[in-house]
């Protein structure tokens, strides 16, 4: 009976995988031919062939797309060191230093030998990286002091915290998305403004603190009393308590959770297509907009979720390899 | 200095909302609203009405497709938690794909995918599949027969029966797919929590599987599944604002198009938010309620 159902299962898998297949692969069209693709029965991947450069690089001027090419290379290869455990020192947070303002220099230009780019222009898959990985960098010191506002003891502090992580989650994050770039210029005094860039990434940030803030907590409510009572019994004061015994402690029993959440976080970064952002998706659904090409959107949209699900799928598996030694990085933690 | 600083926005936004001349206020409600909403479930609405209207609609058409896709959701879920739990490999390979695959690419991807699919690869309505007998799947839609009605191919689209448009479809489709997979993970994660002790003492009185399954492991694996499974739903409400990256009119697309056309922003975002806020407070009540009843006493 058992066996049975196995056989008739594989028999219905391949029933639905086999003509995937051949649509996928053996009928499919590679050439950037949008006549051959309609001739044809299988996928038209000619579209991302074609179109790769846009999907990558956005609008950024074509002569000088090595930069955002450059500046992508070196934004992975940091996440590539900074993912070993061997480069946890005191140097990686140079290095990070060192190369964000490398990629800076790189995709805005403007001196020497590099041509200004003003970010109206950049796209594409950097984009996204981008707003990610600013996003993060900026959230995190943002969502520690939520976190410990929330278990302050002083009523104003907790109660704003509470508030502040409340209602950013309770509410979509395209509404925030809108409160950014509907009603940020109306807060700034006249004359003052600040790009439709700048002010996703505000909102992104924003939004990425409320979530973070919650697993710090996570980690801060795992930490026996004894760590705090021993803290205030050698009499260290309430920065040198936390920075010295209580929060090196807690990130590292909410490592697993904070990938997660960046996992989250770096898919969220696709919802800036609603307000007009060209990042990896939008550029992948401009390039769509071209009449020779409309029609091919399955092809499309299954090799952005290919790209996306590379990225979350090598930082989940990441993760994982935290939530398998859970004893040893507890064992850790004395030191 | 907080004051200072909440000060220093007020007195920004109130000058420049006096040079751009918006009145501020709720005042707008009441005018005219002077578009159209593509599709309304259980409220009339025509451009003649006012925008409270039209956000009313856009609210009862964000509720219809999170109720819905809840439902769903919670179904497809508790049935792929219970195939990665399966002894059988393949059932447990199919689970396991499934959830690692659909977990890690962005909903928005998935929406696009689903509306692409829905559009590009079904064949106009003259030429509609008919799966079931007066079931029709067409690049407009999905049309149902009913008690009342069947449809029938009219000119260019089908009349009769109860249409699904493609943008109802893909993010139904697109929010159940998509939260079904971490509502997987909670079902299994819960499953496992209850002792194999409960599973082998149950065996041991002679119950049959089905039994085990419906009178020891689910209720004791509910107390583990509600808290999570209540953030999930909240999600899927949240998620339910993709809809206007797609063309659905749910609530942050009308109250999108209300702001484009009247310039009040401020008033447009707090209703988004006003609104989301008491949907969220209310599904974590009825949670709270539900998991109290669940829970050990």
Same mark, same amino acid.
């Given at each position: 009976?058992?066996?049975?159902?196995?056989?008739?299962?594989?028999?219905?898998?391949?029933?639905?995988?086999?003509?995937?297949?051949?649509?996928?692969?053996?009928?499919?069209?590679?050439?950037?031919?949008?006549?051959?693709?309609?001739?044809?029965?299988?996928?038209?991947?000619?579209?991302?062939?074609?179109?790769?450069?846009?999907?990558?690089?956005?609008?950024?001027?074509?002569?000088?797309?090595?930069?955002?090419?450059?500046?992508?290379?070196?934004?992975?290869?940091?996440?590539?060191?900074?993912?070993?455990?061997?480069?946890?020192?005191?140097?990686?947070?140079?290095?990070?230093?060192?190369?964000?303002?490398?990629?800076?220099?790189?995709?805005?230009?403007?001196?020497?030998?590099?041509?200004?780019?003003?970010?109206?222009?950049?796209?594409?898959?950097?984009?996204?990286?981008?707003?990610?990985?600013?996003?993060?960098?900026?959230?995190?010191?943002?969502?520690?002091?939520?976190?410990?506002?929330?278990?302050?003891?002083?009523?104003?502090?907790?109660?704003?915290?509470?508030?502040?992580?409340?209602?950013?989650?309770?509410?979509?994050?395209?509404?925030?998305?809108?409160?950014?770039?509907?009603?940020?210029?109306?807060?700034?005094?006249?004359?003052?403004?600040?790009?439709?860039?700048?002010?996703?990434?505000?909102?992104?940030?924003?939004?990425?603190?409320?979530?973070?803030?919650?697993?710090?907590?996570?980690?801060?409510?795992?930490?026996?009393?004894?760590?705090?009572?021993?803290?205030?019994?050698?009499?260290?004061?309430?920065?040198?308590?936390?920075?010295?015994?209580?929060?090196?402690?807690?990130?590292?029993?909410?490592?697993?959770?904070?990938?997660?959440?960046?996992?989250?976080?770096?898919?969220?970064?696709?919802?800036?297509?609603?307000?007009?952002? =060209?990042?990896?998706?939008?550029?992948?659904?401009?390039?769509?907009?071209?009449?020779?090409?409309?029609?091919?959107?399955?092809?499309?949209?299954?090799?952005?979720?290919?790209?996306? =699900?590379?990225?979350?799928?090598?930082?989940?598996?990441?993760?994982?390899?935290?939530?398998?030694?859970?004893?040893?990085?507890?064992?850790?933690?004395?030191? | 200095?907080?004051?200072?600083?909440?000060?220093?926005?007020?007195?920004?936004?109130?000058?420049?909302?006096?040079?751009?001349?918006?009145?501020?206020?709720?005042?707008?409600?009441?005018?005219?609203?002077? =578009?159209?909403?593509?599709?309304? =479930?259980?409220?009339?609405?025509?451009?003649?009405?006012?925008?409270?209207?039209?956000?009313?609609?856009?609210?009862?058409?964000?509720?219809?497709?999170?109720?819905?896709?809840?439902?769903?959701?919670?179904?497809?879920?508790?049935?792929?938690?219970?195939?990665?739990?399966?002894?059988?490999?393949?059932?447990?390979?199919?689970?396991?794909?499934?959830?690692?695959?659909?977990?890690?690419?962005?909903?928005?991807?998935?929406?696009?995918?689903?509306?692409?699919?829905?559009?590009?690869?079904?064949?106009?309505?003259?030429?509609?599949?008919?799966?079931?007998?007066?079931?029709?799947?067409?690049?407009?839609?999905?049309?149902?027969?009913?008690?009342?009605?069947?449809?029938?191919?009219?000119?260019?689209?089908?009349?009769?029966?109860?249409?699904?448009?493609?943008?109802?479809?893909?993010?139904?489709?697109?929010?159940?797919?998509?939260?079904?997979?971490?509502?997987?993970?909670?079902?299994?994660?819960?499953?496992?929590?209850?002792?194999?002790?409960?599973?082998?003492?149950?065996?041991?009185?002679?119950?049959?599987?089905?039994?085990?399954?419906?009178?020891?492991?689910?209720?004791?694996?509910?107390?583990?599944?509600?808290?999570?499974?209540?953030?999930?739903?909240?999600?899927?409400?949240?998620?339910?604002?993709?809809?206007?990256?797609?063309?659905?009119?749910?609530?942050?697309?009308?109250?999108?198009?209300?702001?484009?056309?009247?310039?009040?922003?401020?008033?447009?975002?707090?209703?988004?938010?006003?609104?989301?806020?008491?949907?969220?407070?209310?599904?974590?009540?009825?949670?709270?309620?539900?998991?109290?009843?669940?829970?050990?006493?």
């Amino acid at each position: 009976m058992r066996r049975l159902f196995t056989v008739a299962l594989l028999l219905l898998l391949a029933a639905a995988l086999v003509p995937f297949l051949k649509w996928a692969l053996i009928e499919a069209v590679w050439r950037p031919d949008p006549a051959a693709c309609r001739a044809a029965h299988g996928a038209c991947w000619g579209f991302v062939v074609e179109k790769y450069r846009f999907i990558l690089f956005g609008t950024y001027p074509y002569g000088e797309q090595w930069r955002p090419a450059a500046a992508t290379v070196l934004l992975l290869g940091l996440g590539i060191l900074s993912a070993m455990k061997a480069s946890w020192k005191p140097w990686l947070i140079v290095a990070w230093l060192a190369g964000l303002c490398a990629i800076g220099v790189l995709m805005w230009g403007g001196v020497p030998g590099l041509p200004y780019v003003e970010n109206e222009r950049w796209g594409g898959l950097i984009l996204t990286l981008l707003l990610a990985t600013f996003g993060l960098a900026a959230a995190f010191p943002l969502s520690l002091l939520l976190a410990l506002g929330r278990r302050s003891e002083l009523p104003i502090i907790r109660a704003m915290s509470v508030a502040y992580i409340e209602l950013v989650r309770g509410v979509p994050l395209i509404s925030l998305l809108f409160m950014a770039s509907v009603m940020l210029p109306l807060f700034l005094p006249a004359g003052v403004s600040i790009d439709k860039l700048l002010r996703a990434q505000i909102a992104l940030v924003l939004f990425a603190a409320a979530y973070l803030a919650e697993v710090v907590r996570g980690g801060l409510q795992a930490i026996p009393r004894g760590q705090y009572e021993a803290a205030d019994a050698l009499g260290l004061s309430y920065w040198q308590k936390t920075l010295a015994v209580v929060l090196p402690q807690a990130l590292r029993i909410a490592v697993p959770a904070l990938v997660n959440t960046f996992i989250g976080f770096f898919k969220d970064t696709s919802l800036v297509l609603v307000i007009g952002l =060209f990042d990896l998706l939008s550029t992948i659904k401009l390039g769509l907009t071209e009449p020779a090409w409309s029609g091919f959107g399955v092809e499309a949209y299954l090799f952005a979720a290919l790209v996306y =699900f590379v990225f979350c799928f090598a930082l989940s598996r990441y993760s994982r390899r935290f939530e398998l030694e859970p004893r040893r990085i507890t064992a850790l933690t004395p030191n | 200095m907080l004051l200072g600083a909440a000060g220093f926005l007020i007195s920004n936004t109130v000058a420049n909302l006096e040079a751009r001349r918006i009145a501020s206020g709720f005042g707008f409600l009441g005018r005219e609203a002077g =578009f159209e909403i593509g599709e309304s =479930f259980f409220l009339r609405y025509d451009a003649g009405q006012s925008y409270l209207r039209a956000l009313a609609v856009g609210l009862v058409n964000t509720l219809t497709v999170s109720a819905i896709g809840i439902v769903v959701a919670s179904l497809l879920g508790t049935a792929i938690g219970l195939a990665r739990l399966s002894a059988n490999t393949l059932v447990r390979g199919i689970g396991t794909a499934y959830v690692e695959f659909i977990r890690n690419v962005p909903l928005l991807v998935q929406l696009f995918f689903w509306y692409a699919l829905i559009t590009e690869a079904l064949p106009g309505p003259s030429q509609a599949l008919e799966p079931l007998p007066h079931v029709f799947l067409s690049n407009r839609g999905i049309f149902l027969p009913t008690f009342a009605s069947l449809p029938v191919l009219q000119g260019f689209n089908f009349a009769g029966g109860v249409g699904i448009s493609p943008e109802f479809g893909a993010l139904l489709l697109g929010l159940s797919v998509y939260t079904a997979a971490f509502i997987a993970e909670i079902v299994r994660a819960g499953v496992l929590a209850v002792p194999r002790g409960q599973v082998e003492a149950a065996q041991a009185v002679g119950l049959a599987h089905s039994q085990v399954l419906h009178k020891v492991v689910f209720p004791q694996a509910l107390r583990v599944i509600v808290p999570p499974l209540a953030s999930q739903y909240l999600n899927l409400v949240k998620n339910s604002s993709l809809a206007v990256a797609i063309g659905y009119p749910d609530l942050v697309s009308i109250a999108n198009t209300t702001m484009n056309q009247t310039g009040q922003a401020i008033e447009g975002v707090a209703i988004i938010m006003a609104v989301y806020l008491t949907i969220s407070l209310s599904i974590s009540a009825l949670m709270n309620w539900y998991n109290a009843r669940v829970a050990l006493r």
